[in-house]
């Protein structure tokens, strides 16, 4: 069982990258988003993620508010805990990754497209079992308060 879950996120995986999602001006082009604003902690984080991001780590270290997350519940469905960082707002033209992702397409907004939301089991699974990530040193709570200019 555990090979055919492998097996399938591999191939599931491979073609979503091959085909991926490009922005449309700055804007992920298809489906329902829900539509959040930055906190100051947020913003932190993604820059500090910006500088220091090393592909060993898994992407997986942004965490919405209570508010984001009860919000986001009620539109979407489903709330994960954590999410993959992209930024249209600083040039990038999509995404590579398929799950539970972010937009930041404006200085204080970012969106979330509904259609990438998985369970927080399954990304792990992805995670581990697919990617070989290993934990993120900046997923630790407090981390863009305390190392403000300093990767860990």
């Known amino acids: 069982m555990r090979r055919f879950i492998?097996?399938?996120?591999?191939?599931?995986?491979?073609?979503a990258y091959a085909d991926g999602y490009m922005f449309k001006a700055g804007r992920f082009p298809e489906g329902k988003v829900t539509v959040l604003t930055l906190t100051a902690e947020q913003k932190q984080l993604i820059e500090l993620y910006t500088r220091c991001r090393d592909n060993r780590y898994t992407p997986y270290i942004f965490k919405l508010t209570p508010e984001q997350s009860k919000?986001?519940?009620?539109?979407?469905?489903?709330?994960?805990k954590r999410f993959a960082i992209f930024e249209s707002y600083r040039g990038e033209d999509g995404i590579e990754l398929s799950y539970n992702v972010i937009n930041r397409f404006s200085e204080k907004s970012f969106e979330i497209p509904h259609k990438t939301l998985i369970s927080d089991r399954t990304v792990r699974k992805y995670e581990n079992?697919?990617?070989g990530w290993e934990p993120n040193p900046l997923a630790k709570p407090?981390?863009?308060?305390?190392?403000?200019?300093?990767?860990?």
């Open 129 to 131: 079992e697919v990617m």
């Open 71 to 80: 919000r986001l519940k009620k539109e979407a469905g489903i709330s994960p």
């Open 6 to 15: 492998a097996i399938f996120f591999l191939l599931a995986c491979a073609n």
């Open 142 to 152: 407090g981390i863009s308060n305390s190392a403000v200019g300093k990767c860990p």
